[in-house]
């Protein structure tokens, strides 16, 4: 019987699916079970939209259906849980499986935090990430560095600290880091991400670990909540899910990945962050000639997926820091913002990619609730009695 904390690896029973999906369709076979089982009413995933760079948020209630998520697609770099809670109602009427970055499941559970969506009625799948990038800019690096025509790839993948792209005339890679030294790469806010493993989710599942004659064939999976469990032993005892213990050097690889990933987080941080910071407040003062920029659009706030007030403060009639037609906004108008959402913030970066004023809010604000971590005494993790991934006080000598 599947118990919490229980790693396999995994690979589908389905021929199709394990073709199509990564590393023997786990993920796939997973879902599609949860559809045919009955155990839930649809699934929340993504799909590839008008090529290989546009990934489309999709919501399925035909299993068949479910094979058009199949695959990776590096540059999803939406939030789920933003669809979930304000598309979805929060999956209050409905059981709903959704696929899940570390940031996505972060703000998940973050949202059940708050009563805006109904954690007993959703199913988290999470799946390792190691960074996303942005579309355009991924095209052009495409273009420049790899001399292809970005609708030639019919694939892409980070692995070993190099992004590998694979066209029908074989594979090229490129040093991340170099990548990322011009500009290109990653994210910036997923440089800086130090969650590589959805560990909040109920599953999570990736490539990492997995090694000998099951290499590029099988997922690695882990199971962190009991709801994962029985969704994991139901789905082997159907005979969907075909599973073996892992290698013990796998385990200790997939660890291993995850420190380097988390150590150059740090680097990025490190690097993005001033050191020479004071308090929090003169931490959002040094921004203050980046605020200047705002058009007050309300772009962020639109893209935030913690933002879900029906009436926002920052609209209502009243102060005059308020008032729509005064540009730039006093600084007041960032500071509301700043109190409303950053201690829940989970640097998923959707508030900077839509910024058309490209002021670097996901920066600002990562590294803001670092310094709430820092000066409350607060750390992220898991603790008896706490929900998943929820802050709670560091204990002395912790």
Same mark, same amino acid.
């Given at each position: 019987?599947?118990?919490?904390?229980?790693?396999?690896?995994?690979?589908?029973?389905?021929?199709?699916?394990?073709?199509?999906?990564?590393?023997?369709?786990?993920?796939?076979?997973?879902?599609?079970?949860?559809?045919?089982?009955?155990?839930?009413?649809?699934?929340?995933?993504?799909?590839?939209?008008?090529?290989?760079?546009?990934?489309?948020?999709?919501?399925?209630?035909?299993?068949?259906?479910?094979?058009?998520?199949?695959?990776?697609?590096?540059?999803?770099?939406?939030?789920?849980?933003?669809?979930?809670?304000?598309?979805?109602?929060?999956?209050?009427?409905?059981?709903?499986?959704?696929?899940?970055?570390?940031?996505?499941?972060?703000?998940?559970?973050?949202?059940?935090?708050?009563?805006?969506?109904?954690?007993?009625?959703?199913?988290?799948?999470?799946?390792?990430?190691?960074?996303?990038?942005?579309?355009?800019?991924?095209?052009?690096?495409?273009?420049?560095?790899?001399?292809?025509?970005?609708?030639?790839?019919?694939?892409?993948?980070?692995?070993?600290?190099?992004?590998?792209?694979?066209? *029908?005339?074989?594979? /090229?890679?490129?040093?991340?880091? %170099?990548?990322?030294?011009?500009? @290109? $790469?990653? =994210?910036?806010? !997923?440089?800086?991400?130090?969650?590589?493993?959805?560990?909040?989710?109920?599953?999570?599942?990736?490539?990492?670990?997995?090694?000998?004659?099951?290499?590029?064939?099988?997922?690695?999976?882990?199971?962190?909540?009991?709801?994962?469990?029985?969704?994991?032993?139901?789905?082997?005892?159907?005979?969907?899910?075909?599973?073996?213990?892992?290698?013990?050097?796998?385990?200790?690889?997939?660890?291993?990945?995850?420190?380097?990933?988390?150590?150059?987080?740090?680097?990025?941080?490190?690097?993005?962050?001033?050191?020479?910071?004071?308090?929090?407040? *003169?931490?959002?003062? /040094?921004?203050?000639?980046?605020? %200047?920029?705002?058009?007050?659009? @309300? $772009?962020? =706030?639109?893209? !935030?997926?913690?933002?879900?007030?029906?009436?926002?403060?920052?609209?209502?009639?009243?102060?005059?820091?308020?008032?729509?037609?005064?540009?730039?906004?006093?600084?007041?108008?960032?500071?509301?913002?700043?109190?409303?959402?950053?201690?829940?913030?989970?640097?998923?970066?959707?508030?900077?990619?839509?910024?058309?004023?490209?002021?670097?809010?996901?920066?600002?604000?990562?590294?803001?609730?670092?310094?709430?971590?820092?000066?409350?005494?607060?750390?992220?993790?898991?603790?008896?009695?706490?929900?998943?991934?929820?802050?709670?006080?560091?204990? *002395?000598?912790?």
């Amino acid at each position: 019987m599947v118990q919490v904390g229980d790693m396999y690896y995994a690979w589908g029973s389905d021929d199709e699916i394990a073709a199509s999906g990564e590393c023997g369709g786990a993920v796939t076979t997973i879902l599609k079970f949860l559809l045919e089982d009955g155990i839930v009413d649809a699934v929340l995933a993504v799909k590839k939209g008008s090529d290989l760079y546009d990934a489309v948020p999709t919501l399925i209630s035909d299993p068949e259906k479910i094979i058009e998520t199949a695959g990776s697609l590096h540059c999803g770099t939406l939030n789920m849980a933003k669809t979930l809670e304000k598309y979805l109602d929060g999956a209050r009427n409905m059981k709903i499986a959704v696929t899940a970055k570390p940031c996505d499941a972060m703000t998940m559970v973050e949202l059940i935090k708050r009563e805006q969506i109904d954690g007993d009625n959703i199913i988290i799948v999470g799946v390792n990430c190691g960074g996303t990038m942005p579309p355009v800019k991924a095209r052009e690096m495409i273009e420049k560095f790899y001399e292809t025509d970005p609708d030639a790839v019919i694939k892409e993948e980070i692995a070993k600290g190099n992004l590998i792209i694979e066209t *029908a005339e074989g594979e /090229q890679e490129i040093s991340i880091d %170099e990548l990322e030294d011009q500009g @290109y $790469g990653r =994210r910036t806010n !997923c440089r800086r991400c130090e969650i590589n493993i959805p560990r909040m989710a109920d599953l999570a599942l990736g490539n990492w670990g997995v090694i000998g004659p099951l290499a590029g064939k099988a997922t690695f999976v882990e199971v962190f909540s009991e709801k994962g469990a029985d969704v994991l032993d139901k789905a082997i005892n159907a005979g969907v899910l075909n599973t073996q213990e892992p290698i013990p050097k796998g385990v200790e690889i997939r660890a291993n990945i995850d420190k380097i990933m988390a150590k150059l987080a740090n680097k990025w941080q490190a690097k993005d962050f001033d050191e020479s910071r004071g308090e929090i407040m *003169a931490t959002f003062a /040094q921004y203050l000639d980046e605020f %200047e920029r705002c058009i007050k659009c @309300y $772009g962020c =706030r639109e893209s !935030c997926p913690i933002c879900y007030c029906e009436e926002c403060t920052l609209e209502v009639d009243g102060p005059e820091w308020l008032a729509k037609g005064s540009l730039p906004p006093s600084p007041m108008f960032h500071m509301e913002r700043l109190i409303h959402m950053v201690d829940s913030c989970t640097n998923c970066g959707q508030c900077e990619e839509v910024c058309p004023a490209e002021i670097p809010l996901a920066k600002i604000w990562h590294e803001i609730n670092s310094k709430i971590k820092e000066t409350y005494g607060y750390q992220r993790g898991v603790k008896e009695g706490m929900p998943p991934f929820s802050y709670f006080p560091l204990e *002395a000598g912790k």
